[in-house]
Every structure is written in structure tokens, then in C-alpha cells.
């Protein structure tokens, strides 16, 4: 049974705008391409969680070592303040800063966000569990719609935190948009906590995206059975294979599906009927690999100053602290 403090605020359906839309303009351009944010059913939500533990993946236990270090001073930094996470998961290293904020206050407040609805409410429950003094409302839905819907908070600030570099899975366009939204849902003198990946070697960044176990494979061809289950489709997952390529010129990884015969799909939900030929790549994924300096810049322009940095001593990942 949910703790009283559980709270869906919202539905998956509720939330996605123009549900199915983005598909339509993806797969009816050239080159093809899907949005990544359909790799997040309660399926691609668990292989994700396992990429994360994979010995080639290291941005999760590189940026978990930072705030396993940091954890304490960042709430020392910050004060007493609501604690805002978009794309929460499992919220496993969530629990470094929760330790953190307990250690100091006697109550505070977790809003987890996410699009899956399964690893969401269990990781709820593992929390309340674990900390009494903790006030816990879940939200299902979209960063974009979930941070329109951010109620005014009791507490003194609030802190928006969004970990993993996922920044790094827009554009440069829609990373600017995403940043402008952070600054608007931000009150003078709350703090935004945002992990990136840094740049690093060529061998290194695709090893961590071509694992041997083949998790990232099969979290890359779920993306097909998701569009299936949601659009009445028939997507074909053995006639396309994985790949995952570091663009050295952008600084980024791009991860796609490759349809290894000519072949017609059709979407019955979104009436569309769509040809590949064989060879033909769709892009499920960018993954930008970030310079600290440039982001600082980029964040300073949406009103976001750098309060302080840190790092791993390899400098593979960094937090970058801001303050509105």
C-alpha cells in the first residue's frame, strides 16, 4: 500500500504532449530518427538500470563517487531546500544527497519526476522506507510539463537536480530551451545541480555504448517494442541491429538502429506506414560529451552563475552547481 505521501500528480498519457506526433516527423524525415524519451518504458527503464552497472559504463559510478565525496558540502552550501530531481530512476545516487539533507534537517521534501510510472512508485516505497523524515510527491510525466506544474514550496529554496548528463542527450537547441525552462522554475537564489559528462577519449566513450553483455543492445531495440505496444505497430526487432559511434567533430555519441533489409512498418495507431531500406539508419540517441568552461557560459546566459565545480580525479565527469 502507498505511504500517504506518495502522490501521482499527473499520468504518463496526461503529461506526453502530442503523444505519438514526434514519431510521425522523425520517421517521415531524411536521415530517420525516433526521440529517445520512448527508450523510458517500465522495460527500458530496468535495462537502463543495468547498463549502469555495466564494468564499461562509467558515467554512473563515476558521477555516484563525486557525490558520495561532495554530498555533504553541497548541502552545507545550500541550506535547507526542496529537492527536485528530473529523470529520478531508481534514484540510486539520489541517496547521497538525502543522507546529506538528513544529516542537517529534521524534515524535507523529494520530488522524484520520471516517464516510468513501475521504477518510479518502487523506488518511492524504498525510500519512504528508509527515511522517516522525508516528505516524498512523485510526479509521472515530461521534465518540460512536470516543471510548468511545480506548486510554490514551504521551504526557504528549492534545488532542481538532473544527473547523469542526460543534458546530453539534446541538441544544442533543445539544451538551451531545457536550460531556460530550469531558470523560469527557479525562484532568485535556488540552485540547479547538473551532472555532465566530460570530454575523453575515442575508445573509452564507445566502449561505454557497445558494452559485450549486449544490455545497451537490447535498451536500444527496446525502443522498437515500446512504439509497438503504444502504436499498434509491427517493428520487426530482429531485422535491425545496435551501433553506437563517437562523432569526434560534435563531441558526441550517436547511437542508432540499423535495418539490415528493405522492409515496410506501419504505426496503426498514428496511421503511418513507413519504408526502410536495407542499410537505412534510424538515430535513437545523441549522448554530447561537455567542456565545464562552455557550459558554465551557457548556463551564466539563462541568469544561472556557477557557485562551484567538482570533479573526479580523472576528470571523466563533473557537477556544476548554480544559483539563480
Known amino acids: 500500500m502507498l505511504t500517504k505521501n506518495f502522490q501521482i500528480l499527473a499520468n504518463n498519457h496526461q503529461l506526453i504532449k502530442n503523444d505519438g506526433a514526434d514519431v510521425i516527423q522523425g520517421l517521415?524525415?531524411?536521415?530517420?530518427?525516433?526521440?529517445?524519451?520512448?527508450?523510458?518504458?517500465?522495460?527500458?527503464?530496468?535495462?537502463?538500470e543495468q547498463i549502469c552497472e555495466l564494468p564499461e559504463y562509467y558515467p554512473t559510478r563515476t558521477e555516484a563517487w563525486i557525490l558520495r565525496q561532495y554530498a555533504n558540502e553541497i548541502a552545507q552550501i545550500t541550506g535547507e531546500c526542496e529537492l527536485i530531481e528530473l529523470g529520478s530512476g531508481s534514484s540510486t545516487k539520489t541517496i547521497f544527497l538525502l543522507d546529506a539533507y538528513q544529516k542537517i534537517y529534521t524534515l524535507f521534501r523529494y520530488i522524484p519526476i520520471d516517464v516510468s510510472a513501475g521504477i518510479l512508485k518502487a523506488?518511492?516505497?524504498?525510500?519512504?522506507?528508509?527515511?522517516?523524515?522525508?516528505?516524498?510527491?512523485?510526479?509521472?510525466?515530461?521534465?518540460?510539463?512536470?516543471?510548468?506544474?511545480?506548486?510554490?514550496?514551504?521551504?526557504?529554496c528549492r534545488m532542481i537536480f538532473f544527473l547523469g548528463s542526460s543534458i546530453g542527450n539534446f541538441n544544442q537547441r533543445d539544451a538551451d530551451v531545457f536550460?531556460?525552462?530550469?531558470?523560469?522554475?527557479?525562484?532568485?537564489?535556488?540552485?540547479?545541480?547538473?551532472?555532465?559528462?566530460?570530454?575523453k577519449p575515442k575508445d573509452i566513450l564507445e566502449a561505454a555504448y557497445n558494452d559485450n553483455?549486449?544490455?545497451?543492445?537490447?535498451?536500444?531495440?527496446?525502443?522498437?517494442?515500446?512504439?509497438?505496444?503504444?502504436?499498434?505497430?509491427?517493428?520487426?526487432?530482429?531485422?535491425?541491429?545496435?551501433?553506437?559511434?563517437?562523432?569526434?567533430?560534435?563531441?558526441?555519441?550517436e547511437m542508432y538502429l540499423h535495418s539490415h533489409k528493405s522492409h515496410w512498418v506501419s504505426l496503426e495507431a498514428l496511421d503511418l506506414k513507413v519504408f526502410l531500406e536495407s542499410g537505412e539508419k534510424i538515430l535513437t540517441e545523441?549522448?554530447?560529451?561537455?567542456?565545464?568552461?562552455?557550459?558554465?557560459?551557457?548556463?551564466?546566459?539563462?541568469?544561472?552563475?556557477?557557485?562551484?565545480i567538482w570533479t573526479d580525479p580523472q576528470e571523466w565527469f563533473g557537477l556544476i552547481l548554480c544559483q539563480a
Open 123 to 156: 523506488s518511492v516505497l524504498k525510500l519512504q522506507k528508509k527515511y522517516s523524515n522525508l516528505s516524498i510527491d512523485a510526479l509521472v510525466g515530461t521534465y518540460e510539463q512536470a516543471l510548468a506544474q511545480l506548486a510554490s514550496t514551504a521551504s526557504p
Open 213 to 253: 553483455q549486449g544490455v545497451t543492445a537490447a535498451f536500444n531495440l527496446n525502443i522498437l517494442s515500446h512504439l509497438n505496444w503504444r502504436f499498434q505497430g509491427n517493428f520487426d526487432l530482429n531485422s535491425f541491429n545496435h551501433q553506437a559511434i563517437y562523432n569526434q567533430a560534435d563531441a558526441q555519441i
Open 28 to 48: 517521415t524525415q531524411t536521415p530517420k530518427s525516433l526521440p529517445p524519451k520512448y527508450f523510458y518504458d517500465d522495460r527500458g527503464s530496468e535495462l537502463f
Open 286 to 308: 545523441i549522448s554530447r560529451k561537455f567542456d565545464l568552461a562552455i557550459m558554465q557560459k551557457e548556463l551564466e546566459i539563462q541568469g544561472l552563475k556557477t557557485v562551484k
Open 179 to 199: 536550460l531556460h525552462q530550469i531558470a523560469d522554475a527557479l525562484n532568485p537564489g535556488d540552485y540547479f545541480l547538473l551532472g555532465l559528462d566530460l570530454q
